[in-house]
């Protein structure tokens, strides 16, 4: 891999470490069953550990510069299916279709678009069964951050709604090559459907966005700047919950968020 010119854009920072990578896949609790989706195969040394445990691996890989190395990497492994594509740019439907129900996603995901990977997940997946995934330390604390902590926020929020969410590990940024300016973690999400029964998620998105998008303000203050309503209005929407007026997003769980959503229309009723 060291003759591989790795490309900033991409966000290529690879791990070779046999006994850490066998150590993700088993977090992923793969079985001969599964089929997997791994998005960002690098040189191939997750794929092969998740090809080891799964039915089949199909793997994306952005960098066409690879296809040389996977090739030679994984030559002799017949359950793995490369895809040379941007993931982004994929048909989420067609791919599901493909991948069937209670599929896993593992993946050492670039740092620069692991957040929107989750999010595709969390707005579109319909089959899947869970994500065990390799990210920067921040952006994995606050996927699995709770609420009333400083790395709580709007992903924490959608992301728990559909998951059960925890750190499985802690990786130090020595472990890469090229060595990232940042730790990483590992965190699993098991995905557990609309646990908090969620009557409508468009509501719910915004409301969420809505009470972290200046998070110094009050729920209240940012109630009246999205929805329009006077003060009065939203103080006693909330109070007819139970949730105290000078509250703030960051302190409410998935589940007060949830409530507050499915009755958003009382909030502008006259």
Do not use: C
Request: aromatic fraction near 10%; charge should be positive.
């Amino acid at each position: 891999m060291n003759k591989h010119h790795f490309k900033k854009r991409y966000g290529q920072n690879f791990l070779s470490d046999e006994k850490l990578l066998s150590a993700i896949a088993e977090d992923a609790q793969i079985t001969k069953n599964d089929t997997v989706l791994e998005i960002g195969a690098g040189g191939g040394a997750l794929t092969s550990q998740l090809a080891k445990r799964a039915k089949k691996v199909i793997a994306y890989e952005i960098d066409k510069e690879l296809i040389a190395v996977l090739t030679q990497n994984l030559r002799g492994i017949d359950n793995i299916e490369l895809i040379f594509n941007d993931f982004m740019m994929s048909d989420m439907t067609a791919l599901e279709e493909r991948l069937g129900e209670n599929y896993i996603v593992a993946a050492n995901l670039p740092y620069y678009i692991s957040t929107p990977v989750v999010m595709r997940f969390v707005e579109e997946a319909k089959k899947i069964k869970s994500l065990t995934l390799t990210l920067q330390k921040e952006v994995g604390e606050r996927l699995a951050a709770k609420e009333g902590t400083r790395d709580y926020g709007t992903v924490s929020v959608f992301l728990t709604a559909l998951a059960d969410v925890k750190i499985t590990r802690y990786i130090d940024r020595s472990f890469f090559y090229p060595q990232p300016n940042v730790d990483s973690v590992v965190i699993k999400a098991d995905f557990v459907g609309n646990k908090f029964a969620i009557n409508d998620f468009d509501n719910f998105r915004k409301l969420v966005k809505s009470a972290f998008g200046m998070r110094r303000k009050t729920l209240v203050n940012n109630l009246m700047a999205s929805y329009k309503v006077s003060r009065e209005k939203a103080i006693n929407w909330l109070q007819s919950f139970n949730i105290t007026p000078t509250i703030r997003g960051e302190e409410l769980s998935a589940l007060q968020f949830a409530l507050l959503s499915n009755n958003i229309s009382l909030l502008n009723m006259p």
